[in-house]
Nanobody, 115 residues
Framework: QVQFAESGGGLVQPGGSLRLSCAVPRSIFSISTMGWYRQVPGKERELVASIDSGGSINYADSVKGRFTISRDNAKNTVYLQMNSLKPEDTAVYYC?????????WGQGTQVTVSS
């Protein structure tokens, strides 16, 4: 069982900001594309943003210009800075580590955007 240390979710008003963090074992982090996904009840899990080991980044269209993904290779941690949050960003956010050899998920953290 691989343990991911996810943190940073919570309740925020529309227009507010949150930063999610996900720390993973170095042996996994160094070879993986790290991603953040989200899921709401009744819908499929969707990619929010990803960053590979070389720093190439991909965003969902719905979060471009508002969310920023980054990785700290010294801390084996991936971050998701979420600004200008909207009610439709409400979901459980999951950290993912993926490579040709592995596909691991964090336990998820709830983000609720509501006034």
């Amino acid at each position: 069982q691989v343990q991911f240390a996810e943190s940073g979710g919570g309740l925020v008003q529309p227009g507010g900001s949150l930063r999610l963090s996900c720390a993973v074992p170095r042996s996994i982090f160094s070879i993986s594309t790290m991603g953040w996904y989200r899921q709401v009840p009744g819908k499929e899990r969707e990619l929010v943003a990803s960053i590979d080991s070389g720093g190439s980044i991909n965003y969902a269209d719905s979060v471009k210009g508002r969310f920023t993904i980054s990785r700290d290779n010294a801390k084996n941690t991936v971050y998701l800075q979420m600004n200008s949050l909207k009610p439709e960003d409400t979901a459980v956010y999951y950290c993912n580590a993926k490579s040709v050899w592995l596909d691991y998920w964090g336990q998820g953290t709830q983000v609720t955007v509501s006034s």
